[in-house]
């Protein structure tokens, strides 16, 4: 017989699976509509990236003759260790729908495993471009992990556990309390980041095939037909992710602490502004701001390293 704690347990966690697999490629479309009218073109529809996907869905798979079986099987692993991340990260409520099944570093893990199978697969295809791609990637990728983890610590500090939903919690019940000194610079230093893990400018344009710019597209190349449509779902995704973790560790209001119905519509509405809100500012950072040089990026991600660090040293020295 089913209880009603188990009931008050499934429902928010049915209703964050359902909000975050779905909105996905709807934020990639408020992205691309805002920097458009920025720069003062109509832009695609908000729906576009959802038939974009069905699109690549019907058409056939492509591999290169060098190919191994790890090229077949890279959007599967991807698209799951995303998907796994997602469902560890509290966003609707102050419990994900895994509760208990990881926490903040078994996320971060998960995001590099992700990162590491689609380098792999790049290389996987013996392209030029592909190698050129996995290259880039890895080289920001040893820049931003050290930095999103030491972001993360900071919160992980201030709730005393690594644990995402007791962070969420902790957050949620200490109001304003919760944003000292060492959590905002934590918090910027996980925004700065934020944008190099979903390739936005300035690190990277997900709008460009060019040789000198590309990053992440630049791993896309050799993909076609459904295997690129999980890629490209991973990597949307992949944004809801990034913005949830950075809710539940910086900016867990309006979360469900208690799982009445009230709260929980106030919840999702809660997460759902957290999401546009955050795809409308990659949309305005796409259009404001140019890609940085391959060589600057370091300096930007150590940047965020050190405001990290700052903020932890401000924890340890003067703790709240």
Do not use: C
Not at 250 to 267: K, N
């Amino acid at each position: 017989m089913i209880t009603p704690t188990v009931v008050q347990t499934l429902v928010p966690a049915v209703i964050q699976a359902a909000l975050t697999l779905l909105v996905a490629p709807l934020l990639l479309g408020i992205t691309k509509r805002v920097k458009a009218r920025l720069q003062y073109r109509r832009g695609p529809s908000l729906l576009q990236p959802y038939r974009d996907l069905a699109k690549w869905w019907a058409k056939e798979s492509v591999e290169s003759d060098a190919a191994s079986p790890l090229t077949a099987a890279a959007p599967a692993i991807v698209l799951a260790t995303v998907v796994v991340a997602t469902l560890l990260v509290p966003m609707v409520a102050v419990r994900a729908p895994l509760d208990g099944w990881g926490d903040l570093l078994v996320v971060v893990g998960l995001m590099a495993l992700g990162r590491f199978v689609l380098a792999l697969s790049a290389l996987d295809a013996g392209s030029a471009f592909g190698g050129m791609g996995s290259s880039r990637e890895v080289a920001i990728a040893t820049l931003v992990e050290p930095a999103l983890l030491l972001a993360l610590t900071g919160a992980a500090l201030a709730a005393g556990s690594t644990d995402l939903g007791t962070i969420a919690a902790r957050g949620a019940a200490s109001g304003i309390s919760w944003y000292t000194p060492a959590l905002l610079l934590a918090a910027a230093a996980y925004a700065i980041v934020a944008v190099a893990e979903t390739g936005h400018e300035p690190v990277d344009n997900p709008d460009t095939h060019l040789e000198l710019t590309m990053i992440h597209e630049g791993m896309l190349l050799e993909a076609s037909g459904p295997r690129l449509a999980i890629l490209m779902y991973a990597a949307e995704l992949k944004l809801v992710l990034v913005v949830g973790l950075f809710a539940a560790a910086f900016l867990p209001l309006g979360a469900a602490v208690d799982l009445t119905p009230l709260a929980l519509v106030i919840a999702i509405g809660a997460a759902l502004a957290k999401l546009v809100g955050a795809a409308i500012v990659l949309g305005v950072l796409d259009a404001a701001l140019a890609k940085l040089r391959l060589l600057a990026l370091p300096g930007l991600l150590a940047t965020a390293s050190i405001i990290a660090a700052i903020g932890l040293a401000t924890r340890l020295w003067l703790p709240a």
